[in-house]
């Protein structure tokens, strides 16, 4: 394999165009290959990266030599042209959702263990340092036992998000699988494996076919609880874009959080890092006070270090730190949310069959 990785991109979008900066920002890597819409902007995009320009990724993958491929295109193409990437051997970072269908999410899974091909699921957020920053306090005396989580997305998406991509108003592309994925991924790390799930949801801002705004409450199968509101037409900066400072393109809310973790002994606000605790020896009361900190840690890109762990796995340094079968579990949460909400009740994963036997251990 070649020094240098030559990168097919498909899906020159939003997150796209970032993916393409960061390779180009590296030596050892080269965007080679752009797969996009015979109509608009995409061609001129991949001409301006000196990149191959296609319409099919088949083709792309026929005709280039590649050593890797990054899925960001809208969420119907991702299975497609994922199984396309799994089939030839090219290992493959996938945007979140990894599909919008949680059979194909298990299919790609699968795929990618049968064929022993690398595949990350882009849940970006797992490399930034404040979850590591988080994971320290959380797991240490001054925090005790998780009791209970409140986390919350509320931003108000612009009418041109929707003009530039009507397929966000369509089945598969609301906030849900967008943006609160991302969520559910951060939930599962923190909290552990989820038991019941109970959702409302609403659509009555914009009246698409799909939902605006959602209320959660979980049930993990360690006891503790949690409860989650998105909402993408809230004028509101408790989102993890507008208080992690992550993302220059978005106002930041530096003291501001959209995570509250709740324990025996402490507590947490995420990402702005503030902790609460009794001092060692103080018995937790709420007639007594709170020894403070701020939990200190590095910032730093976390779509770049995505790339960098990337290029890790492509040189045989390491295994995907978040695999298809993650994306796929995160998916199973997501579809018994789904399920609730058109149920309108409490959805139990492990009696729906949500999580199979095999993945009992994951």
Same mark, same amino acid.
């Given at each position: 394999?070649?020094?240098?990785?030559?990168?097919?991109?498909?899906?020159?979008?939003?997150?796209?165009?970032?993916?393409?900066?960061?390779?180009?920002?590296?030596?050892?890597?080269?965007?080679?290959?752009?797969? !996009?819409? /015979?109509?608009?902007?995409?061609?001129?995009?991949?001409?301006?990266?000196?990149?191959? &320009?296609?319409?099919? %990724? $088949? +083709?792309?993958?026929?005709?280039?030599?590649?050593?890797?491929?990054?899925?960001?295109?809208?969420?119907?193409?991702?299975?497609?042209?994922?199984?396309?990437?799994?089939?030839?051997?090219?290992?493959?970072?996938?945007?979140?959702?990894?599909?919008?269908?949680?059979?194909?999410?298990?299919?790609?899974?699968?795929?990618?263990?049968?064929?022993?091909?690398?595949?990350?699921?882009?849940?970006?957020?797992?490399?930034?340092?404040?979850?590591?920053?988080?994971?320290?306090?959380?797991?240490?005396?001054?925090?005790?036992?998780?009791?209970?989580?409140?986390?919350?997305?509320?931003?108000?998406?612009?009418?041109?998000?929707?003009?530039?991509?009507?397929?966000?108003?369509?089945?598969? !592309?609301? /906030?849900?699988?967008?943006?609160?994925?991302?969520?559910?991924?951060?939930?599962?790390? &923190?909290?552990?494996? %989820? $038991? +019941?799930?109970?959702?409302?949801?609403?659509?009555?801002?914009?009246?698409?076919?799909?939902?605006?705004?959602?209320?959660?409450?979980?049930?993990?199968?360690?006891?503790?609880?949690?409860?989650?509101?998105?909402?993408?037409?809230?004028?509101?900066?408790?989102?993890?874009?507008?208080?992690?400072?992550?993302?220059?393109?978005?106002?930041?809310?530096?003291?501001?959080?959209?995570?509250?973790?709740?324990?025996?002994?402490?507590?947490?606000?995420?990402?702005?890092?503030?902790?609460?605790?009794?001092?060692?020896?103080?018995?937790?009361?709420?007639?007594?006070?709170?020894?403070?900190?701020?939990?200190?840690?590095?910032?730093?890109?976390?779509?770049?270090?995505?790339?960098?762990?990337?290029?890790?796995?492509?040189?045989?340094?390491?295994?995907?730190?978040?695999?298809?079968?993650?994306?796929?579990?995160?998916?199973?949460?997501?579809?018994?949310?789904?399920?609730?909400?058109?149920?309108?009740?409490?959805?139990?994963?492990?009696?729906?069959?949500?999580?199979?036997?095999?993945?009992?251990?994951?």
């Amino acid at each position: 394999m070649s020094t240098v990785f030559r990168f097919l991109l498909a899906g020159p979008g939003l997150i796209g165009k970032q993916h393409a900066q960061l390779i180009n920002s590296r030596s050892d890597c080269e965007l080679s290959a752009v797969v !996009g819409s /015979p109509v608009g902007q995409d061609s001129g995009f991949a001409s301006a990266f000196n990149a191959s &320009f296609y319409t099919d %990724i $088949k +083709d792309a993958l026929e005709m280039e030599r590649v050593d890797a491929a990054i899925i960001s295109s809208p969420n119907p193409f991702h299975f497609e042209q994922a199984k396309s990437c799994i089939a030839k051997g090219v290992p493959v970072l996938i945007e979140k959702p990894i599909t919008d269908d949680i059979a194909d999410a298990r299919k790609l899974a699968e795929l990618a263990q049968e064929l022993e091909v690398p595949v990350l699921a882009g849940h970006h957020r797992m490399y930034s340092p404040l979850l590591d920053a988080a994971d320290s306090f959380l797991n240490s005396p001054r925090f005790g036992r998780l009791v209970a989580v409140q986390g919350s997305a509320l931003f108000y998406k612009p009418a041109g998000y929707f003009k530039e991509g009507a397929w966000r108003t369509k089945k598969g !592309g609301g /906030p849900a699988l967008i943006n609160l994925i991302h969520e559910i991924g951060l939930m599962r790390k &923190f909290g552990g494996k %989820i $038991k +019941d799930v109970f959702a409302l949801v609403g659509n009555n801002v914009r009246n698409f076919e799909v939902e605006d705004t959602v209320a959660i409450t979980f049930e993990f199968l360690n006891g503790a609880l949690g409860s989650f509101l998105l909402s993408d037409t809230a004028a509101s900066s408790k989102s993890w874009e507008m208080t992690s400072g992550e993302n220059p393109a978005y106002p930041y809310f530096p003291e501001e959080y959209c995570y509250h973790f709740a324990g025996t002994n402490g507590s947490l606000d995420v990402p702005s890092m503030h902790a609460r605790y009794y001092a060692e020896g103080t018995e937790p009361s709420w007639w007594n006070a709170f020894e403070s900190d701020t939990i200190a840690f590095t910032p730093r890109n976390p779509l770049e270090l995505q790339l960098g762990h990337f290029v890790e796995v492509l040189r045989g340094n390491a295994q995907p730190k978040v695999t298809a079968r993650d994306g796929y579990l995160n998916m199973q949460v997501l579809d018994a949310i789904q399920t609730s909400i058109s149920k309108r009740a409490v959805v139990t994963l492990e009696s729906a069959g949500v999580y199979h036997s095999a993945d009992m251990a994951s």
